[in-house]
C-alpha cells in the first residue's frame, strides 16, 4: 500500500508543479487564450491578449484541490522533513525551503559525478556546512 501512496504523491506533486508554471504565464491549456489565437499571431495580426483570461480560475481551484488533497495524513511521511541544518520541520511544497545541492567525481567511475541535496529552509541555508569532498553547486 505503501507504494501506490508513494506514486500517487509524486503524480500530485507533478500536477502541482504544472498548474503553478500555468499561473505563472507558461500554460499549456488548449482552451487558453494564448492557444485560441495563434492562427492570427502567424498571420502578424496583433489582438489584444489576457493571458489565462480563460482559465485562470479554473488553475487556481485546481491548485487548491490538489493542496488539499496533498494535505491528507498518508502524505504526511513525503511531504514533510527535518530541517538538515536547524532540525525543525518543513514542508517540501513550501516557498519559504530550498534544496541545497553538491556534488562530487564519482569514485567508481571517473566519468560520472555524485550528487547530493539537502531539503533545508532559505534562512538556514547559509549555515548549512559543505561535506568533506564535495562540492556546492
Not at 508513494?6 to 506533486?13: M, N, P, Q
Not at 500536477?15 to 491549456?29: R, S
Not at 530550498?98 to 547530493?116: A, D, G, M, Y
Amino acid at each position: 500500500m505503501s507504494q501506490k501512496d508513494k506514486d500517487e504523491y509524486y503524480f500530485l506533486t507533478e500536477k502541482l508543479e504544472e498548474t503553478q508554471w500555468a499561473l505563472e504565464g507558461e500554460c499549456n491549456d488548449i482552451d487558453c487564450n494564448k492557444y485560441m489565437y495563434k492562427a492570427l499571431l502567424k498571420k502578424r495580426y496583433k489582438p489584444v491578449l489576457d493571458h489565462n483570461y480563460s482559465c485562470s480560475e479554473k488553475l487556481k481551484k485546481e491548485k487548491l484541490t490538489i493542496l488539499g488533497l496533498l494535505s491528507q495524513n498518508r502524505f504526511k511521511k513525503y511531504r514533510f522533513e527535518k530541517c538538515h541544518v536547524c532540525k525543525k520541520a518543513l514542508d517540501k511544497l513550501s516557498d519559504k525551503n530550498i534544496i541545497i545541492s553538491f556534488t562530487r567525481p564519482s569514485r567508481e567511475n571517473k566519468n560520472f559525478h555524485e550528487w547530493k541535496g539537502y531539503w533545508v529552509h532559505k534562512k538556514c541555508k547559509l549555515g548549512a556546512k559543505i561535506p568533506e569532498g564535495w562540492k556546492k553547486l
